[in-house]
């Protein structure tokens, strides 16, 4: 029989599920609370709030997001500067 070419990532999934499946019926309590199971999924915001997750717990993101927040701020106000320049008939930049 020929084997079927398998990349890399194909192998290691296929490891994985064998791990899993072996290793799940042995693991505590796993069949403790079978309701958990069939509960619904919380949506697809929560699951995928990144700024809950992460951002907001996390210094050195929070101060980028503060940093790029003044930035934008700063570059606002400039271009706000340059259209009243521009409209008083004066130069953009001097």
């Known amino acids: 029989a020929v084997d079927r070419y398998r990349s ?3 192998k290691m999934l296929l490891e994985v599920g064998d791990f899993l499946d072996a290793a799940t019926p042995r693991m505590p309590n796993r069949y403790r609370s079978p309701e958990l199971l069939t509960a619904a999924c919380p949506p697809r915001h929560v699951v ?3 700024a809950a997750q992460h951002t907001r717990v996390c210094p050195d993101s929070s101060s980028l997001v503060a940093r790029l927040r003044m930035a934008r701020n700063a570059a606002w106000a400039l271009a706000l500067a340059a259209v009243g320049r521009a409209a008083a008939g004066g130069p953009l930049l001097s």
């Open 8 to 10: 890399p990532t194909e």
């Open 48 to 50: 995928l709030d990144r």
